[in-house]
């Protein structure tokens, strides 16, 4: 257990430690939001009957929201990519044209300049969780004031970047929550009795 050495400063261990506490907070805050939008990605369903394009997405919808405990950064970017990519119009079309009965879920952040962004910024996120997580502690000697006030400098900068994060994915997310809620209507009124409804609780 480290010992404060440090008379009251500006940059005590207590206050390192204050602000890395709450950054790796947000940092887990991120990811439950990601793995929430991951779950409740849009898709393309068919069947030949309502009830069958309702069972169908019943099946697929509860397979996603089950938890998924691989690491986020291996699978960040095809976690991104099933978020921000929206489904092929021409796939509607075709089912249309077979006669089926089709339900297509997109939202209003799907676009390639958003998944630009988006990609961009979950890069930096990981890179920035990822060293706070293994090599803060390795770089910084928060016993000597010197080394406190650095490691205080570059913590404010990398808490910074998970702020941004921060503020970019929950704006998607709540884009998502509003567009599921309309999508959960429109469910309604293929069925009188809906027998599931997408979890859409906040996170």
């Known amino acids: 257990m480290l010992k404060n050495t440090l008379g009251k400063n500006d940059y005590s261990q207590s206050q390192i430690f204050e602000l890395l506490g709450r950054t790796l907070y947000v940092c887990n805050f991120i990811e439950l939001r990601l793995r929430w939008m991951h779950q409740h990605r849009g898709g393309l369903w068919t069947g030949k009957t309502p009830e069958e394009l309702l069972d169908k997405l019943k099946k697929v919808v509860e397979k996603q ?3 998924d405990k691989a690491p986020l950064g291996p699978i960040g970017q095809e976690m991104l990519d099933a978020i921000y990519t929206p489904r092929c119009d021409k796939d509607l079309e075709n089912a249309k044209e077979q006669n089926l009965f089709a339900l297509k ?4 952040i799907q676009s390639k ?3 630009r962004r988006a990609r961009t910024k979950f890069k930096k996120f ?3 969780r990822n060293y706070l997580v293994h090599y803060f502690a390795r770089d910084y000697d928060l016993t000597n004031e010197d080394s406190c006030k650095k490691a205080y400098a570059d913590l404010k900068n990398k808490s910074a970047i998970i702020k941004d994060a921060l503020e970019f994915f929950n704006e998607d997310y709540e884009t998502m929550q509003k567009d599921l809620h309309k999508f959960q209507e429109h ?3 293929m069925s009188s009795k809906p027998d599931f409804q997408p979890n859409t609780e906040n996170v």
């Open 105 to 108: 879920l997109d939202y209003k």
């Open 113 to 115: 300049g958003r998944f």
């Open 187 to 189: 469910l309604k009124k």
């Open 126 to 128: 990981i890179e920035t």
């Open 65 to 67: 929201q089950k938890e």
